[in-house]
């Protein structure tokens, strides 16, 4: 999938890559995928195959299988009438979900393979997530739905050691591997250590974020903001808890969750059991093109995922300018420097994230001084004009190096 409406998620990685790459002289680009968001966008020198043309994603392991071939044929056509210098395989992979026949079946020839980025699956997988879909994560996907995901995951049971096999032999014949973090590099490295490697970190659409007037509010009443899915690995309730025990100390205090999720009807329970109605605002879904305007009026921002593979809210939330407060997970580890864009706090743990709050909520010189360090980190890191020329610089290495093998081949 291409999302380039959100653009928050990780098809929105792959959109931006595609976008940003298709702004270099020189480069022609064909890509392989199913839904697209915003494909009228794209610049002419991108040639954009659709294998699906359904609205809505498809994550079911009986589907991915079916997509795969699609991609195969479509992808042996493009190969046989166009001259490809480099595939780049973006998104999905999962290592024992995922693979590329390609390479496997030979079809590559002297074209060099990058894959990624690359992330490190969730230490806490959640049923909630295959269950109910990104665009209507509050309404469960049907009958029909649910006996594919069955069959889905009946096939990946007692075909789990092929897709395995296919899944490292995948990486190993590739020519560079892209990561987003480090953990996640050493998890793939591990399986094709003979395969260069390096870290980029996906990044930001930050003209969305441009021209959006900081609207913090002076004086008592401050806020923190939410944004994110609501499912249990999100630990939303944790900072519920957290401004139970703030509100007698700061008693404007308000907590503004962005998002929606099969969470939220048990977590407007837990509100209106500790009487926190006044002080816990939820908003549902807002559009990706809306949501820079909830950063702007917040004063802190809050996530206390047990789990994340890549803390792109935390990104989003830098760029604007706030103070992070962040559980320690792989997502955020690389993200947030603890004591200096934002801190991090142990999973779990609602005491540390409310004597963090507590730190920066008595002290605006505080939260402006990380907010704004937090801001000019992520404007720098998060660029996609940077990524893209990282991207550029990869493929010229993998190229390089494909073509000195082969000479070692023939020689």
Avoid: C
């Amino acid at each position: 999938m291409l999302d380039g409406i959100s653009g928050s998620s990780e098809y929105g990685w792959a959109y931006h890559i595609v976008d940003t790459l298709s702004t270099y002289p020189n480069v022609k680009l064909f890509v392989l995928t199913g839904v697209v968001k915003g494909e009228e966008a794209f610049a002419p020198n991108v040639t954009v195959v659709r294998l699906d043309r359904s609205p809505t994603l498809n994550l079911t392991f009986s589907y991915r299988l079916a997509f795969i071939a699609r991609y195969y044929a479509a992808a042996r056509q493009v190969l046989r009438h166009h001259r490809i210098d480099l595939i780049h395989h973006i998104l999905p992979f999962g290592h024992g979900t995922t693979f590329n026949p390609l390479p496997l079946l030979g079809q590559t020839g002297a074209i060099p393979l990058v894959i990624g980025p690359l992330q490190a699956p969730h230490t806490m997988p959640s049923a909630e997530e295959r269950i109910y879909s990104q665009g209507d994560v509050r309404q469960y996907r049907g009958i029909g739905d649910f006996l594919q995901e069955k069959g889905g995951a009946m096939l990946l049971h007692r075909g789990g050691k092929i897709v395995n096999m296919l899944s490292a032999e995948t990486l190993r014949r590739s020519d560079y591997l892209v990561a987003v973090n480090e953990q996640a590099r050493q998890l793939y490295t591990a399986q094709a250590p003979h395969v260069p490697s390096t870290v980029i970190a996906p990044g930001l659409p930050l003209e969305r974020f441009e021209g959006i007037a900081t609207r913090r509010q002076a004086g008592a009443v401050l806020e923190i903001l939410y944004v994110g899915w609501l499912i249990q690995r999100k630990g939303v309730d944790l900072i519920i808890d957290a401004i139970a025990d703030l509100v007698v100390q700061f008693p404007l205090l308000r907590l503004r969750i962005v998002g929606d999720g099969p969470q939220r009807g048990a977590l407007e329970d837990l509100v209106e059991r500790r009487g926190l109605d006044r002080h816990v605002i939820f908003e549902g879904v807002v559009p990706g093109t809306k949501v820079g305007e909830y950063y702007a009026r917040a004063d802190v921002f809050v996530s206390m995922s047990y789990s994340e593979s890549f803390g792109q809210s935390l990104v989003e939330a830098m760029v604007m300018g706030l103070p992070v407060i962040s559980a320690e997970n792989v997502g955020s580890r690389e993200i947030v420097q603890d004591g200096v864009t934002g801190y991090l706090v142990t999973p779990g743990v609602t005491g540390e994230l409310v004597a963090r709050l507590r730190l920066l909520l008595v002290d605006s010189h505080l939260r402006t001084m990380v907010g704004e360090q937090a801001r000019q980190t992520a404007r720098q890191r998060y660029n996609w004009r940077t990524i893209g020329q990282q991207y550029l610089n990869v493929y010229r290495e993998a190229i390089q190096r494909r073509q000195t093998r082969l000479l070692h081949v023939s020689s």
